[in-house]
């Protein structure tokens, strides 16, 4: 398999990830303002700083406004982690590989696409209503349904479903990163009956809430962490995410699982291992925004061994071929 083929693949798999998850970050925002108390919709800039885009952010609107952070966001054709510029991203890796995925994934993620443009052309005043987010939601996880039933599970689709199953785990990270630097007013808040509802809130921004209530019932901090972080069924926790990638990061080298042969193959199974044997005691008293951090970082570095191992283009050695020979 061409490294430039498993590269779009791979990509193109992510950044519809991305946008699913990027509606669920401003969906989550805009359903806390329904219950939150007088000032709380200042608190926009945050949300900014936990997608990672505060800086081309600020060069560009300035002002964290609520129109302006959820246009930034979700229509903004300059920033390229915008629900926008991810499915425009995802929408040419998949041009460059329409040999290899299924037409029905090349007609869901086109529509996919126009469905955005087409609201982006509508949006009056930067206003988006909720259902909007609610049908990003959906169109990402058809397209995600589209890809498992209709293509061999074979290469392509495990390096699909390995680029998934990272963002997913990241982007989990952050929902409740979220809540850590955004929905959390002040420290007055901690055990009010608005605490619970803020965490109600990120449960339900990774659709966790009605599965959260049958395995733990009442919700709490503790709870909710141990349930998005550690279990290893439900699958938006980042536990059973890491899981999968490995699964498929082994099925792509045919490593055994327990074994590894290159870098990615060793730090993923690092982590894997570590959240095995993490307890939701130990995180909070690290603190959980600190282990998140962390594991933020950790989990770039699984990304960049993979872009160095799969993708990135390897000169021969000059010995054994002319020095511009390049190899895969």
Known sequence: ??????????WMSRYVERAENVARFVDVTLALLLDAP????QQ?????????DHQAFAARHGVATRPNVIHFLTFDAENPNSILGCLRAARENARTVREIISSEMWLQLNKFYLMM?????????????REFFAEVRLASQLFMGITDATMTHGEPWHFCRLGRKLERADKTSRILDVK??????????????????????????ASAFEMYRKRHGRI??????????????FPRSIHYCLRAARESLHAISGTPVG???????KLLGQLCSDMSYTTVEEIIQRGLHEYVDQFQVRLNQVGTGIFETFFAMKRA????????????
């Open 38 to 41: 007088a000032g709380w919709d």
């Open 44 to 52: 926009w800039q945050p949300l900014v700083n936990t997608t990672g």
């Open 220 to 233: 709490s901090p503790q709870g909710v962490v141990q349930f998005l972080m550690l279990d290893g069924e």
């Open 180 to 205: 850590y630097y955004v929905l959390l007013r002040s420290a007055a808040d901690v055990g009010t009956p608005y605490d619970d509802l803020q965490w109600a809130a990120v449960l339900r921004s």
């Open 317 to 328: 050695d000059p010995g054994r071929r002319p020095a511009h020979n390049l190899v895969q």
């Open 259 to 265: 074994t590894f042969q290159c870098l990615p193959e």
């Open 117 to 129: 443009n087409g609201a982006a052309a509508k949006a009056n005043g930067h206003e988006v209503p």
């Open 1 to 10: 398999m061409l490294s430039r083929v498993a590269d779009s693949i791979y």
